[in-house]
């Protein structure tokens, strides 16, 4: 199995050095990838916002960036390179995870009563129509390419708001009218923090797991098999087809423990004898 | 197991009072759910773009639609509500999928030269930067809300280009000066088309089930060695938390076969015995 960096000293002594330390992220600035990095490192260190996914994957692995943070479902920003499928090439590991809840605002300069115009994406505008309609039915809606230029063009013009995420509202000193204006309660986004080195062990982990299996009838049965001979309880399952290879899939599994375990580490064993290829691509807290 | 309606028959009825048959799809006008909307059913049909999944889920369940499109894959329209997780509450059938190309398109009214300007969503934008950093690195990108959006500006402005499916290059009469722009090799995105009465049996049907299987160890694998026993071929299997039970999942999974079949009419009886909850979202003819 493979060595362990402890992640604890690491980000210790990555704080001690704070200047040089950078995080880059699946931007734009002010999205709620953003916010989940800032919840995760604190406001203080170098970020860096990329434009794709595959961006914050190479940035780290070359070295320019210590973590990355990019999502792994769908947010407001509309994900499209799906992160499971860059950890295919890459050796980079999940080195811990974060649960943020999406909370769309609005956000203006002026009362609410003195909108006129309402700057978003068009998904958070979709999100948030019960609020649109019965509050400001009178206003005009504004589509834009993203919640931060929302932001960004409600605060250099008069009766204007935007609907965004708190952070927008602080990057373009924007005030916050209403909170929590989606429609239906809001979902919590899982993100994932990417690095060179993987976590250690801290007792109640969770573990990310690549698999490659024949597309053979009882295939994944039998793997799956193993998790449950050594009572590892699975909390996500995924397949996606393998580009390279018709009819051979991939399947991403989370199961509980770390892959340094006995437990976890007798079950990987017998894995890489009953797939074409297991591949761990991290073990991390679990902080559900 | 459920009746099934002959689609085939239900299609050949509606396509003769073509006028009256509406197929909603998840908008704006002119995107690649539309050009799979346009793919499967023509383009002298009504077509109404909606601005949510869920508002597809509604308009064929209340019969303001004969049919919906909606992809249940990411695109880069940036889909957010999940596709699955509508079919958690809707009684809708999955009748029959659509396996669309993605291919990003250069178009404008000028030649490429002339251009100044190039408008785009910012994921078909970072999609193409190859492209644009070789064939057009001294031009301006303008983002926007969607590439729909980026045809129309581009339709009216001199020395403007968008980037866009071909769709959008016929709705707003520009020329594609080149196709397949992306970096990478186009990705094919899977659409469901849904209905209120199921596919009948073509003889190379998939199946798409929706599970619930109680949050222990073992109970995916039991659920899963029922499809082994029945020889029956998984293609596809996602986990999606229950949003109203926590530690309980949902599980979908595609299989080879249709829900009448005697075969996967057998596992169907013996799931029902293991799961907590099983249903058919639908059958309907394998496209791959």
Redesign the interface.
């Known amino acids: 199995m493979m060595a362990c960096a402890p992640f604890t000293q690491v980000m210790s002594s990555a704080l001690a050095l704070e200047k040089t330390m950078t995080i880059a992220y699946f931007g734009?600035e002010a999205t709620f990838t953003h916010q989940a990095a800032i919840r995760k490192f604190g406001s203080s260190l170098n970020y860096s916002a990329l434009?794709?996914i595959a961006d914050v994957f190479v940035e780290v692995s070359k070295g320019r960036a210590d973590y990355g943070v990019v999502p792994i479902e769908?947010?407001?920003?509309?994900?499209?390179t799906?992160t499971l499928d860059m950890f295919v090439d890459s050796d980079l590991k999940i080195v811990a995870q974060i649960i943020l809840p999406i909370q769309q605002c609005l956000m203006a300069n002026c009362s609410l009563d003195e909108i006129k115009k309402v700057y978003s994406?068009?998904?958070p505008?979709?999100?948030c129509?019960n609020y649109l309609q019965t509050r400001l039915h009178h206003v005009e809606i504004v589509?834009?390419?993203?919640t931060t230029?929302a932001a960004e063009i409600a605060s250099g013009e008069k009766n204007a708001a935007a609907i965004a995420g708190a952070l927008a509202a602080e990057r373009y000193r924007l005030n916050i009218l209403e909170k929590d204006i989606q429609d239906s309660s809001s979902n919590a986004t899982r993100f994932f923090v990417l690095g060179r080195q993987c976590a250690p062990a801290t007792g109640k982990d969770r573990t990310s797991l690549m698999l490659s299996i024949a597309?053979?009838?009882?295939a994944?049965?039998?793997a799956?098999?193993i998790?449950?001979r050594y009572?590892?309880?699975?909390?996500?399952?995924?397949?996606r087809p393998n580009k390279r290879k018709a009819w051979e899939?991939f399947?991403f599994v989370d199961c509980d423990g770390h892959h340094e375990d006995e437990q976890l580490g007798g079950a990987l064993n017998d894995l890489q004898k009953a797939c074409n290829f297991v591949k761990v691509l991290g073990s991390y807290p679990n902080a559900e």
Chains 1, 2 share one sequence.
């Open positions: 734009p434009k794709t769908n947010s407001t920003e509309g994900v499209v799906h994406h068009p998904q505008i979709a999100q129509r589509e834009t390419s993203s230029r597309h053979k009838v009882g994944l049965h039998k799956l098999s998790f449950s009572k590892l309880n699975m909390t996500r399952i995924e397949s899939y399947f």
